[in-house]
């Protein structure tokens, strides 16, 4: 089944780097992607990575893929408190997204 | 870039009424919709997928007559909550599928029944 799992909460200084982990349970999946939700907004899509991937870098933001483990990871480096927001995980299967609970990122200055 | 448009972005409405929520793809055509639910500080759920000229799909769970789907037409499908009550206050997002051009997101409508 689909069950995919991040912490809730990370606070970073400005300037750092964040690091918002994610697990998920099924092998199956296409693709694993990362979006960021600001307050009352809809979904903004940040990255997504191919299941045969173990690395995609993108700007600021690294994704890091352990298929082994099920893990996927998002690092964004010099975190801005422009960053701050919700940020989901979820994984693909056909045409289907599979969420995380998501993770607030709160960014200090 | 892809745009999908979602209207109303809020909307509030009493208990027993009826509500109407649509989704646009504004640029491209999107043959298949797909509804999501997000309660607050919790992760989205698919409520169910709407292919244009059929009837949409539900995930388990979700009450077809109580969420009404029609998806008319290649660029527009809509989501009726029917018989709105309090515990259907939630954020509600749609997404199109494009293609070659993967999916994209709505930017929500927050329904709150009184």
């Known amino acids: 089944g689909e069950d995919v799992e991040q912490s809730l909460f990370l606070s970073v200084r400005e300037g750092d780097s964040s690091v918002i982990n994610c697990t998920y349970t099924d092998s199956s999946s296409t693709y694993l992607y990362w979006y960021k939700q600001e307050p009352g907004a809809g979904l903004q899509l940040l990255t997504y990575i191919f299941s045969n991937m173990d690395m995609k870098q993108d700007q600021r933001l690294t994704v890091l893929l352990n298929k082994k483990d099920k893990h996927l990871s998002l690092r964004i480096a010099d975190t801005q408190t422009g960053d701050s927001a919700i940020y989901f995980c979820?994984?693909?299967?056909?045409?289907?997204?599979?969420f995380g609970s998501g993770t607030k990122l709160n960014v200090k200055p | 870039g892809a745009v999908v448009s979602q209207h109303p972005s809020r909307v509030i409405c009493k208990s027993g009424t009826s509500v109407k929520i649509e989704c646009r793809s504004l640029d491209f055509q999107a043959t298949t919709m797909f509804w999501y639910r997000q309660f607050p500080k919790q992760s989205l759920m698919l409520m169910a997928t709407?292919?244009?000229?059929?009837?949409?799909?539900?995930e388990q769970g979700v009450e077809k007559d109580k969420f009404l789907i029609n998806h008319a037409s290649l660029t527009l499908s809509t989501l009726t909550v029917t018989s709105a009550h309090p515990e259907d206050s939630s954020f509600y997002i749609c997404?199109?599928?494009?293609?070659?051009?993967?999916?994209?997101f709505g930017s929500g409508t927050r329904l709150t029944v009184v």
């Open positions: 997404s199109a599928f494009q293609g070659a051009g993967g999916y994209t």
């Open positions: 979820a994984e693909r299967k056909g045409n289907k997204f599979y």
């Open positions: 709407s292919n244009e000229g059929s009837k949409a799909t539900y």
